[in-house]
């Protein structure tokens, strides 16, 4: 019968050659693909949490040779251990990994400093248990929360439905894995969605500093497919029905086939249709239907055009702030080194 220290040392080795762990052990597999599937005592003591319960190889083999499951074999030497041949791996599958989250809770609250052994071992109450995975930073320090794949799905239910789970006193969060995921999903998501509307509301304020006169504004239509006219040819034409007219803003590209004007003047553009017959402008040789833009109409498409200029000045002011930064840099260092010489 293995003792308590055997029984510790089989489940850590029954973990790495386990059907959690070994799909997902980059390393474990590529030492599988040297040696038959044998990995010798040696190699498996590099790993910390199995040498911090012995570091004596022949401890470790005469406790795996103790195993009742029969998911791991010892060599005839006694230097190596292996998965049993006869129980292959599962498939690391999409359906796999579903049924794996079926059974696997979240649970928080447990100290920062612990160790993943007594973790395991305080775990073993409401077991059986077939994974305990510690959640870390992103410089390896425990968070204090934790994965736990339990042996199916009830028993995963049990631990969650508990009245109270306290560990050294700190009651501990439970929760499903998939639960815990669309929480975070969601809280992702509201911080996008804030940092959104904060940005949202801080380009809508300063477009409330842009104040764009009424009555300026005309959609003009009536280009047909393939006709060409440029901007420049439309503001010339404007001109010469109405030389005292000053055109702030023609937004219109080559081969478009409709565009928007703006004057600059209060009423300018109420002025100008007036000037014209049957409210249409010919240049080279193609008619403009123009009309003068009003109501929700006239508010949206100055909305639009203030956004469109705020976006462009605030581009424009940080492409500058970030020359500006290189270029202190660069005088920075060039100053220094006249310095030094």
Known sequence: MASELESKIIRQIEYYFGNINLPRDKFMQEKLKEDDGWISLEVLLTFKRLASLSEDPEVIATAVEKAENGLVEVSEDRKKIRRNPDLPLPELNDARKKELMERTA????????????EIISFMDQYGPVDSVNRRSTKDHKFKGSCFIIFKDKDTCQKFIDQESVKYKDTELIRKWQDKYFAEKKKEYEDRVKSKKDKKQAKLEEKCKQLEYPKGAAIHFTGIPEGKSLTREEIKEKIVQVDESVTVSFIEFYKGDVEGY????????????VKKLTDEELEVSEVKLKLKVLEGTEEEEYLKKTAEAVTKMREKAKLGKNNRKRRGNFSNGRESKTKKTE
């Open 106 to 117: 979240y649970a928080k609250g447990f100290p920062l400093d612990e160790s993943l052994n």
């Open 261 to 272: 004007l703006r004057f600059s003047a209060e009423n300018a553009a109420v002025d100008f």
